[in-house]
């Protein structure tokens, strides 16, 4: 359960990009935040994942204040909890799938055992098993779209946030996306979308869209 | 990094070999040598003048010598000539070992037989005096290479051999050596034989020891201009690293902390990271330096240590390992470098991980 | 008058030999340090297998070395040669081991490792072979007067020359400004000539012989 009370983010130059927002976000339920660049939405996910914190108000994830912790805290919060599809994938180039995938999971020092059959887990479901020896800056545009899925789903998180996770990618490709959501959402994980690509709104198996403009939400 | 390491090793190398090369051969020094002056020019002295030294008691025994320099081809070289006296016991080992010297023979160091074929002489050769006169000697054999850095071109003759060809006296030497037995008294033996002969110099071995060693150690000209070359290409590289990460790394570090890796744990790695690298560096390092000393034998480095070329060529570096080197190499680079790794990924890393990605 | 000028002739012949050929003077200084070293060599070389015992006076072997015993050899040689072996050779001498260490051996009285003064070291010997090293003659006597019984040798090192001496032959100067591992000092010196010049240059109190250092003395040297 994820709650945002009265909390607001300003850029330095009074670049407001959340005004005293409230939200609440259910277990298990796939919302879509929706709205155009620059309307807070991507700000919303960013706390959310503790990345950034807000300059007025707080953050609640399963009753932590992570806005109040200390950031060694908070990356553990981050750890466990959240997995973070980016806008622009966040890939590191010089290495492989299998590589990028894993990297989440590095510091929890696992067995070689485990990390493997996690590893093929996660290939398997994201249908990139063939290309994970491959380094990331040699994949298609999809292929790394769902090198960042699968990493993000790696250490098997409760909350999945997906910042635009379609903006790169043709129909044929966004559809596939469409269907790894579904498989997602019925592993029961909380996940919140962040996008303007209408594909979205329409779904049947999308519990709320909200519309967030200028930093506030409507509706 | 890993030159560095070589290049920084191969010196320490090569200067300890020096160093050790040198007590070799300062041993074979006498302890105490007087020398005759006239207006404190170095001069003959009378042979005779050993039995005053032998009567100090702490004196173990004292040696007249013969020994001096001649100028070759119009002094394009100079030859160092030893003579000797078969029975008598000297205090460099050369002069000991070499067997009976027939009459008007002399031993010849590689060096000097090369010289002297240059010059169409294979057989003897004919010493020139001052008045003209020339005075032939035989080659009896050659000497084998031993380990002295400074006299290469080394004649062993006879005593009277060398007195004709410097043209001493019957009774005239060069020098007497003193050696004393318990070196507790070298020092107040020296001061005595300054008193028993006062117009005499009066060199003691130690003081030797103590300019030689000067030359060779850390501190000092040579090596050091070397030492602060790598070091310093060193330190550029450090500053280079600690003064920041470039975006790329910096980027890197902040995805790695959105994907929930702590502070810690980037340290970590990175920490492996820069020990891994300055591990390997320092011991291939230390390998390339090996091969390159006691192998290859130092081509050019030598130079720098050695003022005579020729001599650089046959020069063989002794072996020896120093744990104190080593243990020194290891603290100035692997912590150092490590240091450098991790610090500035700390800088970075404690930064809001979405800052870093923006 | 012709048979005195004859008698004169053999007279002054056999004056002339005898003192040609008897043993010369020369001080024990310069035969220990030169003339015996150099005989040594000149034998080792010339006289391998040459039976030098049979000779019963100096002059009869200085006579046989000079008609070629040895070979051909200059004057200088043939008398280093002849006091050589009529010294050392056939005269008794008798000669300690040299008293060397390892690096593990340490000083029976005060624990020291001794294989960094070498010059110092000292050695009581029993009769069963046992035998103790000390670092300086200190320790050595620390040792000696507490237990007397059934000690063989005493060895000591001379302080000039190293060679290693019977203790109890043996001169000691006390009260120098020579100090020993341990400080103050006895050192010890084959004959009286060599303690006493010792104690005039280096400020030493008085010569002992070995008989006459008692246990106070050597306490009032300190630790």
């Known amino acids: 359960m994820i709650k945002l009370i009265n909390t607001s983010k300003i850029y330095d130059k009074n670049v407001v990009a959340l005004d005293a927002v409230n939200i609440e976000f259910k277990e298990g339920e796939l919302i879509v935040l929706k709205g155009v660049s620059g309307s807070g939405k991507s700000t919303i996910l960013s706390l959310i994942a503790g990345l950034i914190k807000p300059t007025t108000g707080e953050v609640l994830v399963n009753e932590k204040k992570i806005s109040k912790i200390a950031d060694h805290f908070v990356s553990s919060f981050r750890q466990e909890n959240i997995g973070f599809v980016f806008q622009k994938y966040n890939l590191i180039n010089t290495l492989s799938v299998a590589e990028n995938i894993l990297l989440p999971l590095v510091p929890l020092n696992l067995t070689k055992v485990e990390l493997k059959s996690r590893l093929e887990n996660v290939l398997k479901l994201f249908d990139i098993e063939d290309k994970k020896d491959t380094l990331v800056k040699n994949l298609s545009g999809g292929e790394q779209q769902r090198t960042a899925i699968a990493r993000a789903n790696i250490n098997s998180p409760k909350i999945i946030l997906a910042d635009e996770p379609t903006a790169n990618l043709d129909e044929k490709l966004s559809l596939e996306f469409i269907d790894i959501l579904k498989e997602l959402k019925s592993q029961k994980r909380t996940i919140i979308l962040a996008t303007h690509d209408p594909l979205f709104f329409e779904l049947d198996f999308v519990d709320k869209v909200i519309q967030v403009k200028n930093g506030q939400i409507i509706s | 990094m890993t030159l560095l390491v070589a290049l920084l090793a191969s010196t320490l190398f090569i200067s300890n070999a020096m160093k050790s090369e040198y007590n070799t051969i300062i041993n074979s020094y006498p302890d105490i040598v007087i020398t005759n002056q006239k207006a404190l020019r170095d001069t003959t002295i009378n042979e005779d003048e050993v039995y005053k030294v032998l009567s100090i008691k702490g004196v173990s025994s004292a040696v007249a010598r013969v020994w001096g320099h001649y100028y070759f081809l119009n002094g394009d070289e100079k030859f160092l000539i030893l003579g000797r006296d078969e029975f008598e016991t000297y205090s460099n080992p050369l002069l000991n070992a070499s067997s009976n010297i027939a009459k008007d023979s002399m031993l010849v160091s590689k060096e000097v037989k090369k010289s002297l074929q240059k010059s169409y002489y294979t057989e003897y050769f004919n010493f020139i005096k001052a008045d003209g006169s020339i005075k032939r000697l035989t080659i009896q054999k050659t000497l084998e290479r031993s380990n002295f850095l400074e006299n290469s071109a080394l004649i062993i003759m006879n005593n009277d051999s060398a007195k004709e060809i410097f043209e001493y006296d019957d009774h005239e030497v060069t020098d007497l050596s003193v050696s004393v037995a318990n070196k507790i008294e070298v020092a107040f033996i020296a001061a005595k034989l300054k008193i028993l002969f006062p117009s005499a110099r009066v060199s003691v071995k130690d003081d030797l020891r103590v300019m030689y060693e000067n030359i060779y150690n850390l501190r000092s000209g040579f090596f050091l201009t070397i030492f602060i070359i790598t070091f310093f290409t060193f330190f550029i590289i450090i500053y280079d690293k600690v003064s920041g990460l470039n975006s790329e790394q910096r980027r890197e570090i902040g995805i790695l902390k959105a994907l929930g890796w702590r502070v810690g744990d980037v340290l970590n790695t990175r920490f492996y990271e820069g020990a891994m690298i300055s591990l390997v560096s320092y011991i291939l390092g230390i390998v390339l330096a090996f091969i390159y000393v006691y192998y290859f034998n130092a081509p050019y480095l030598k130079g720098i240590f050695l003022n005579n070329y020729d001599l650089l060529k046959d020069f063989r570096i002794v072996f020896n390992i120093d744990f104190e080197t080593l243990a020194l190499l290891f603290f100035l680079s692997v912590p150092i470098y490590i240091a450098a790794t991790v610090i500035p990924s700390w800088r970075v890393a404690t930064l809001e991980a979405d800052e870093v990605m923006r | ?223």
Not at chain 3, 50 to 56: E, L, S
Not at chain 3, 121 to 149: H, L, Q, T, W
């Open chain 3, 1 to 223: 008058m012709f048979y005195y000028k004859i008698f004169k002739l053999f007279f002054l012949s056999s004056l002339l030999s005898v003192s040609l050929f008897s043993y010369p003077q020369i001080s024990q200084d310069i035969k220990d340090k030169k003339i015996y070293p150099m005989g040594e060599k000149i034998y080792k070389a010339k006289c391998n297998n040459i039976d030098v015992t049979g000779f019963k006076t100096y002059e009869a072997l200085s006579l046989a070395i000079k008609d070629s015993l040895c070979g051909t050899l200059s004057k200088k040689y043939e008398e280093s040669l002849s006091l050589y072996i009529w010294d050392v050779k056939l005269g008794d001498s008798e000669v300690h081991e040299k008293l060397l260490v390892s690096k593990k051996d340490k000083c029976q009285v005060c624990g020291m490792y001794m294989h960094h003064y070498p010059t110092w070291v000292s050695r009581i010997k029993y009769p069963n072979g046992e035998a103790y090293n000390f670092d300086g003659m200190k320790c050595m006597f620390k040792f000696y007067f507490n237990n007397k019984k059934g000690i063989t040798d005493i060895l000591v090192q001379d302080y000039y020359t190293l060679h290693t001496l019977n203790a109890r032959e043996a001169y000691f100067v006390i009260g120098s400004d020579v100090y020993g591992p341990m400080g103050h000092e006895l050192i010890p010196f084959v004959d009286k000539k060599s303690a006493t010049t010792f104690s005039l240059e280096h400020k030493g109190d008085k010569v002992y012989t070995f008989d006459e250092i008692t246990e106070n003395m050597v306490r009032s040297l300190g630790r």
